[in-house]
C-alpha cells in the first residue's frame, strides 16, 4: 500500500487569525485613526475630549448593535433616524404635558417596540422588501415627529434624574456611555451565547434551512426590527435628556452614522457574518472621525465627505484583505 | 383503470402500520402540478427507493413528509393516525428526519452549531456550546465521519464533507423516519459505504428509510422496496427482490 501521509494541521494562531480577521482589521484601523488624530490635534488625546466623543456617541453605539442583528438577518433598518426623533419630539411632548421623565421613558420604549414591530410585521410577514419597509418608515416616521412639533423645538424642564442620564457621570464615565457599553455588552452575549442569537444568525446565513429545522424563522426576523426599534428609543432619550429638549430634526444623517459603524465592523450585508465588537469598534472609528476632523478645523462641509470616502475605502480593503472566503449571494 | 391503479396502487410489504402513510397527495405551485396524487407507505425496519427522473417531484414528495410542504389535498398519516403538518417542526416532533438535497446547512455556522440547529442544548439561558462539541464529536464518530475542526464554519468545508454533516444531523436524534434525498451524491467511495451501513442500521433498529437516489447500485444493496416516479405521480412499486437493473430502468425512463 502507497505511503499515505496527512496534510499538516493548521496551527490553532493561524485558524484564529482566520476566524477573526475581520474584527482584527477594524481593530488596526480604529488604532490607526486614534494615533493619526493624536499626531495632529493637541486636544484629541484628552480625557475631557475622548469623554466627550463617547457621550455624544452613546446612542450611536446603541442602535448600531441593533443594527447589527437587523444586518445579520439580511436586513437594513433605515427608519432608525426617523424614529430617534420621533421619540426624542414625543418625550418631551409628553414630559411638557406633565407626565414624569419614568413614565415618559417606559412609554417611549413601549413605542419604539410598536414601531419596530410595525415594520418587522410588513417586512417578514408580508414579504416586503427591507430597504422599502424602513424607507417608508423613514419618511413617515420623521413626518410624524415634524407635524406634532410643527418643527419647533420642545424644551424639557425640572426633570433632574432625566437630565442625570444624558449629561451625568459615574465614577467620571458619562452615564450614556456607560448604558452604551452595557447595550453593546448584552448585544454581544445574546448574539454569541444564547439560542435567539444563533437563530438570528441561521436565518441570515440561509433562511429556508432555518424554517426547516423548525426556527420560528419570520418571528426572528420580525423581532430583530422590534429590538432596533427599542434601541431607536433608548437613543431617542438619551438624546432629549443631553440637550434638554426633543424635536423632529435630531438624528439627521442619524441611519448612515449607524449602518456606516455597521459595515465598518465587519458585518456582512448579505447576512449571516458579523460581530457585535466590530460593530462597536465601528461605531468607535467613524465617532472620532467626526470628532477628530472638527478638532483638526477641517470644514464641516468636507467632514461629510472625508467620512464617506473613509468608509468606502475601509470597507473595500476588508473585501479585498479578508474577501478570500467572500461569496456572492447563498445557496437556497 | 382504477384511481388506485392510476395512483401507481400499494404493495403492502408486510402487515404491520405503516409509519407513514401517503394518500392521494396533491401539491402545485402556481400552474405546475408537481404531484398529482400520490400514495406511498413507509414500513418500520425498510428501506423505500423513491426513484424517478430529474423533476419527477421525488424532493417534492419527501418534503411533504417532512412538513417542508403543505399538500394541497390528500391525506398524511404517522403510525395511524392522521395528521395535519403545519411546518417542519410537527414532523421533526414525531421524529420524521430529512437529509434535504440541497442539505440545509447554515454555511456561516460551525459544524457543531449546524448538527444541533434548531435543538440547540442550553445551560441556564445560554447555549451549552461546551456540551454541544462533545456530543457532536460522539455524533460523527458513530458515523465514522472525519471532520478536523468542528468549529470551523461550514462554508469552508468541501462538498462532501457538508453533505455529510447534513447525513449527521438527521440521523443522530432518534428518527423513525428517515428521508435521504440524495444523501451520497458528493461522497467518496469510503463515505458512500459508511452511508449504506448507516442505513442498514437502522433499519435494524425499526426506522424506516426513504432513500432518494440516482445510484441504482446503492439501490439493489440496501433497499427492500422501490417507490418510481414520473411527472408527479407514482407509476410502479416494486419489491426489490423480485425486480432485476433492467426493469427499474425501463420504469424510470417510461420503457423510452
Ligand atoms: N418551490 C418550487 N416552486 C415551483 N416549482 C417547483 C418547486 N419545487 C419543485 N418544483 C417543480 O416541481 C417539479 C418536481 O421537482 P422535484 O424537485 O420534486 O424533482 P425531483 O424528482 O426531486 O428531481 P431531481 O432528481 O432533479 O432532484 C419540478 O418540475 C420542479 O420544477
Ligand atoms: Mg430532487
Redesign the pocket.
Known amino acids: 500500500m502507497a505511503n499515505y501521509t496527512e496534510r499538516a494541521k493548521q496551527s490553532h494562531a493561524v485558524e484564529w487569525l482566520n476566524d477573526n480577521a475581520q474584527v482584527l482589521s477594524i481593530a488596526l484601523f480604529f488604532i490607526a485613526c486614534m494615533g493619526f488624530f493624536w499626531a495632529l490635534t493637541d486636544t484629541f488625546m484628552t480625557t475631557g475630549n475622548l469623554l466627550n466623543v463617547v457621550r455624544q456617541g452613546a446612542p450611536v453605539l446603541i442602535v448600531a448593535v441593533a443594527m447589527t442583528f437587523v444586518i445579520m438577518t439580511a436586513g437594513i433598518d433605515l427608519a432608525v433616524g426617523s424614529i430617534v426623533a420621533l421619540i426624542n419630539a414625543l418625550a418631551a411632548i409628553l414630559m411638557a404635558n406633565g407626565f414624569d421623565w419614568v413614565t415618559t421613558s417606559v412609554m417611549m420604549l413601549a413605542a419604539g417596540a410598536v414601531v419596530g414591530l410595525a415594520q418587522g410585521w410588513f417586512i417578514s410577514f408580508q414579504g416586503i422588501a427591507a430597504f422599502i419597509v424602513t424607507l417608508a418608515g423613514m419618511s413617515i416616521l420623521r413626518g410624524i415627529a415634524l407635524y406634532i412639533t410643527e418643527g419647533y423645538s420642545i424644551p424639557i424642564k425640572d426633570q433632574a434624574g432625566f437630565f442625570w442620564l444624558g449629561r451625568g457621570t459615574l465614577a467620571g464615565i458619562p452615564v450614556p456611555a456607560i448604558l452604551a457599553v452595557l447595550v453593546a455588552i448584552i448585544g454581544f452575549i445574546i448574539m454569541r451565547n444564547t439560542r435567539y442569537g444563533r437563530q438570528v444568525v441561521a436565518v441570515g446565513s440561509n433562511l429556508e434551512a432555518a424554517r426547516r429545522v423548525g426556527m420560528p424563522a419570520r418571528w426572528i426576523v420580525c423581532s430583530v426590527y422590534m429590538m432596533s426599534g427599542i434601541a431607536c428609543a433608548i437613543a431617542g432619550l438619551l438624546i432629549a435628556a443631553r440637550l434638554g429638549s426633543g424635536s423632529s430634526n435630531a438624528a439627521v444623517g442619524f441611519e448612515m452614522q449607524v449602518i456606516a459603524a455597521v459595515v465598518l465592523g465587519g458585518t456582512s450585508l448579505m447576512g449571516g457574518r458579523g460581530s457585535i465588537l466590530g460593530t462597536a469598534l465601528g461605531a468607535l472609528t467613524i465617532l472620532i472621525i467626526g470628532n477628530g476632523l472638527i478638532l483638526m478645523h477641517v470644514s464641516p462641509f468636507l467632514t461629510q465627505i472625508v467620512t464617506g470616502v473613509i468608509i468606502l475605502l475601509a470597507v473595500w480593503m476588508n473585501t479585498r484583505l479578508f474577501g478570500a472566503g467572500f461569496k456572492l449571494g447563498k445557496k437556497g | 383503470m382504477s384511481e388506485t391503479a392510476q395512483r401507481g396502487g400499494a404493495i403492502p410489504p408486510n402487515s404491520a402500520t405503516p409509519l407513514v402513510s401517503l394518500r392521494d397527495i396533491r401539491l402545485t ?1 402556481g400552474s ?1 402540478q ?1 404531484l398529482r396524487g400520490v400514495d406511498l407507505d413507509v414500513m418500520p425496519g425498510e428501506c423505500l427507493a423513491l426513484l ?1 427522473d ?7 414528495l419527501s418534503k411533504v413528509i417532512s412538513g417542508t410542504y403543505i399538500p394541497d389535498s390528500g391525506t398524511i398519516t404517522v403510525q395511524g393516525e392522521e395528521v395535519r403538518f403545519t411546518g417542519p417542526n410537527d414532523a421533526r416532533s414525531r421524529n420524521i428526519e430529512m437529509v434535504f ?1 440541497d442539505l440545509a446547512l447554515c454555511d456561516h455556522i460551525d459544524v457543531v452549531g449546524n448538527l444541533f440547529l434548531g435543538r440547540e442544548l442550553n445551560k441556564g439561558p445560554f447555549l451549552d456550546q461546551k456540551a454541544m462539541l462533545a456530543r457532536a464529536q460522539e455524533m460523527l464518530e458513530a458515523l465514522e465521519i472525519r471532520i478536523p475542526r468542528l468549529t470551523a464554519r461550514v462554508e469552508k468545508l468541501s462538498g462532501g464533507q457538508r453533505q455529510a454533516i447534513a447525513i449527521a444531523r438527521a440521523a443522530s436524534f432518534q428518527p423513525k423516519v428517515l428521508i435521504m434525498d440524495e444523501p451520497t451524491s458528493a461522497l467518496a467511495v469510503a463515505e458512500v459505504e459508511a452511508v449504506l451501513s448507516l442505513i442498514n442500521r437502522v433499519k435494524a433498529k425499526g426506522v424506516g428509510v426513504v432513500l432518494i437516489t440516482h445510484r441504482l447500485q446503492d439501490v439493489f444493496r440496501v433497499c427492500d422496496r422501490a417507490a418510481i ?1 414520473y411527472e408527479g405521480t407514482k407509476v410502479a412499486e416494486r419489491m426489490i427482490a423480485d425486480t432485476n437493473l433492467e426493469e427499474i430502468v425501463n420504469l424510470i425512463t417510461g420503457g423510452h
Not at chain 2, 430529474?54 to 417534492?60: D, L, Q
Open positions: 405551485f405546475h408537481a424517478g430529474n423533476a419527477a417531484g421525488k424532493s417534492t438535497q416516479m
